[in-house]
């Protein structure tokens, strides 16, 4: 199985920026997307912005211009760079990573999600 660390969060004022990093651990052979999604108090979990082991991006529309997602293939670690954070950005953000364990002729697909980070944004 793959385990996802998560780390970075915390407190910080609007405008304010903060930095999400998430390591992929496990005896995957290939890891696909990776990405952050978010909940807040109340609401389901939406995605902020995923990866593709090819460098693609998908952002939601409410951090387009304001946050970053990347990735290092090498070290199994995605990014998220969050800038001119807002109050309602508040949420616990949520590392996942969906892949391929076992050979390449033989595996089976996997999606594993971290612990969860939290992120508050005061006014």
């Known amino acids: 199985q793959v385990q996802l660390v998560e780390s970075g969060g915390g407190l910080v004022q609007a405008g304010g920026s903060l930095r999400l990093s998430c390591a992929a651990s496990?005896?995957?052979?290939?890891?696909?997307?990776m990405g952050w999604y978010r909940q807040a108090p109340g609401k389901q979990r939406e995605l902020v912005a995923a990866?593709?082991?090819?460098?693609?991006?998908n952002y939601a529309d409410s951090v387009k211009g304001r946050f970053s997602i990347s990735r290092d293939n090498a070290k199994n670690t995605v990014y998220l760079q969050m800038d001119s954070l807002k109050p309602e950005d508040t949420a616990v953000y949520f590392c996942?990573?969906?892949?391929?364990?076992?050979?390449?002729?033989?595996?089976?697909?996997?999606?594993?999600w971290g612990q969860g980070t939290q992120v508050t944004v005061s006014s």
């Open positions: 996942n990573a969906n892949g391929r364990t076992g050979t390449p002729w033989n595996y089976r697909t996997f999606t594993s």
């Open positions: 496990g005896s995957a052979f290939s890891i696909d997307a």
């Open positions: 990866i593709t082991s090819g460098a693609g991006t």
